[in-house]
């Protein structure tokens, strides 16, 4: 099921995921905060098409977006406890970090999948975050 709620919220919003993960976070208030050194991402859903490089739409089946809604490997990091990415005795960061609103890559086997407000969701352990990755569309 895609995260938004009426056809006006998605023409709104489809050239703007960033965006739309983002107010619809907002949308949650102060109901959820982040704690230890968990990071919360919503989950990155793909566009109704994709277009070629010689300008033609290649429309994706439903299944393909029930597959990348589950097996996503990207999502917006939307909420960060206060121990995410802080050194200790055991794990150095050597200065990485990510913030909310950047975009993460993971593995499908890491964190723990949620759904809030038909957001599409995953808690990952900062440990379990790959990469940040400037343009979702790069990972499938």
């Given amino acids: 099921m895609p995260p938004w709620r009426t ?23 102060d109901n959820v905060e982040a704690f230890h050194n968990w990071v919360i991402t919503a989950t990155y859903f793909l566009p109704d098409y994709l277009e070629t490089a010689s300008g033609h739409k290649l429309y994706l089946p ?53 759904t809030i407000e038909r957001l599409h969701c995953r808690r990952l352990k900062d440990l379990q975050i790959v990469a940040r990755i400037k343009d979702p569309r790069l990972i499938y």
Wanted: avoid cysteine; hydrophobic fraction near 40%; charge should be negative.
């Fill in 7 to 29: 056809d006006e919220e998605k023409q709104d919003y489809k050239d703007d995921p960033k965006g739309f993960l983002l107010d619809r976070w907002a949308l949650l208030g």
């Fill in 62 to 114: 439903d299944k393909t977006h029930d597959e990348a809604l589950w097996q996503g490997k990207v999502g917006l990091v939307v909420a960060k406890g206060p121990l995410a990415f802080l050194n200790d005795a055991h794990v150095d960061f050597k200065g990485q970090n990510v913030e909310v609103g950047d975009w993460v890559m993971y593995d499908i086997m890491e964190g723990r999948q949620f």
